[in-house]
């Protein structure tokens, strides 16, 4: 099964170190938006979650990136 992940370190600006994974892109995207909004203050708005899903990548040795290779 495939994983996908954002880092924070990967926002521009961020010093936070956080890297959140997950099986789907729906469940990830919840995980992300708490996160943005209760460690880092910003609103839930419909530009965060599509920058935040434009950030998205398939985690390294997931079924997709093998297959891939």
Known sequence: MSRT???CRD???SACSVKISA??????????IEHAVHA?????????????????KDEP????TRLAA
């Not at 040795?61 to 997709?64: I, P, Q, T």
């Open 40 to 56: 880092h203050g910003y609103d839930d708005t419909p530009e965060l979650r599509s920058q935040l899903a434009a950030m998205f």
């Open 11 to 13: 926002y521009p600006g």
């Open 23 to 32: 099986d789907s892109k729906d469940e990830l995207l919840k995980a992300a």
């Open 5 to 7: 992940y954002i880092d």
């Open 61 to 64: 040795g997931s079924a997709e």
